[in-house]
Antibody, heavy 123, light 111 residues
Framework: QVQLQQSGPGLVKPSQTLSLTCAIS??????????WNWIRQSPSRGLEWLGR?????????DYAVFVKSRITISPDTSKNQFSLQLNSVTPEDTAVYYC?????????????WGQGTMVTVSS | QSALTQPPSASGSPGQSVTISCTGT?????????VSWYQQHPGKAPKLLIY???KRPSGVPDRFSGSKSGNTASLTVSGLQAEDEADYYC???????????FGTGTKVIVL
């Protein structure tokens, strides 16, 4: 049974970096079929896909255009997890952040989700 | 990439059916048979209900069904039950580097 467990701070100051981690059990971050995603949800902006990382002989990343200049998603094969870093945050980045698995990176399915982390950007 | 358009709310009595629309463009919904639907109860993560327009993952009741015509996808919930009261989101592939574009969400109310 695949599970995703998120961790990271719930409060980040403006202009600083938001960092979250998603630990994987029951699958591998290096799986040749899957992609590992970050999504966020806020009342004003709804659900927004932020980006993903996946392995196909080498590591690839895709990022949403609206955060491309500020985001990094990184795998950690030694801990079987992946992380999100979002730089230069503003209050508009306040949201619930989710990690999720796409079991077939070309099929646009999000079948397993983390529990969500409420992140507030405030001084 | 703009969000897909869904009605804000839909309602029905127990046992009835409700259908939710999800309207996009030829660059997303209309261009690929890669539409999925998610159910979200308050305070919980979204749950996959439908993928590839009309396929159900193991464990999802056959009361939930999906379809697509042109740039509009639809989710039908038949035989409404109290536990179906939740928010529902569609999602579509929109190109190689845009795997997930979400809809605006629809709150289903069981009267």
């Amino acid at each position: 049974q695949v599970q995703l467990q998120q961790s990271g701070p719930g409060l980040v100051k403006p202009s600083q970096t938001l960092s979250l981690t998603c630990a994987i059990s029951g699958d591998s971050v290096s799986s040749s079929g899957a992609a590992w995603n970050w999504i966020r949800q806020s009342p004003s902006r709804g659900l927004e896909w932020l980006g993903r990382t996946y392995y196909r002989s080498k590591w690839y990343n895709d990022y949403a255009v609206f955060v491309k200049s500020r985001i990094t998603i990184s795998p950690d094969t030694s801990k079987n997890q992946f992380s999100l870093q979002l730089n230069s945050v503003t209050p508009e980045d306040t949201a619930v952040y989710y990690c999720a698995r796409d079991p077939e990176y070309s099929a646009s399915i999000l079948d397993i989700w983390g529990q969500g982390t409420m992140v507030t950007v405030s001084s | 990439q703009s969000a897909l358009t869904q009605p804000p709310s839909a309602s029905g009595s127990p046992g009835q059916s409700v259908t939710i629309s999800c309207t996009g463009t030829s660059r997303d919904v209309g261009g690929y048979n890669l539409v999925s639907w998610y159910q979200q109860h308050p305070g919980k993560a979204p749950k996959l209900l439908i993928y590839e327009v009309s396929k159900r993952p193991s464990g999802v009741p056959d009361r939930f069904s999906g379809s697509k015509s042109g740039n509009t996808a639809s989710l039908t919930v038949s035989g409404l039950q109290a536990e179906d009261e939740a928010d529902y989101y569609c999602c579509s592939h929109a190109g190689r580097n845009i795997p997930h574009v979400f809809g605006t969400g629809t709150k289903v109310i069981v009267l």
